[in-house]
């Protein structure tokens, strides 16, 4: 399994940028499709994001469609989200996770602590 350790989150004001970085440990980190979720107070989880194993196809949610990209660095062992032009409703909790197209939507495991990305002015 993974291990992952999220970094990189913060207070931001609407329509800035931030990048978080999630370091993986586990030996079979290049063979998972990696994504982030996030989960903000008194709303239900919310797929952001999912990569795969090799970078070539990328999921996004349509509420950050444009706004958002995921990356990812097998050598380094890590995956970026690069967050431009934050609103308001982005703020919550980013989890990175392994992920997959699962029958009613992505779907994550093996999640790390989360960050916290905080967008007020």
């Known amino acids: 399994q993974v291990q992952l350790v999220e970094s990189g989150g913060g207070l931001v004001q609407p329509g800035g940028s931030l990048r978080l970085s999630c370091a993986a440990s586990?030996?079979?980190?290049?063979?998972?499709?990696m994504g982030w979720f996030r989960q903000a107070p008194g709303k239900e989880r919310e797929a952001v994001t999912c990569?795969?194993?090799?970078?070539?196809?990328?999921y996004y949610a349509d509420s950050v469609k444009g706004r958002f990209a995921i990356s990812r660095d097998n050598i380094k062992r890590t995956v970026f989200l690069e967050m431009n032009s934050l609103k308001p409703e982005d703020t919550a909790v980013y989890h990175c996770?392994?992920?997959?197209?699962?029958?009613?939507?992505?779907?994550?495991?093996?999640w790390g602590q989360g960050t916290q990305v905080t967008v007020s002015s």
């Open positions: 990569i795969s194993s090799n970078g070539g196809g990328t």
């Open positions: 586990g030996s079979i980190f290049s063979i998972n499709a």
């Open positions: 996770a392994t992920c997959w197209a699962g029958v009613g939507g992505y779907e994550y495991d093996d």
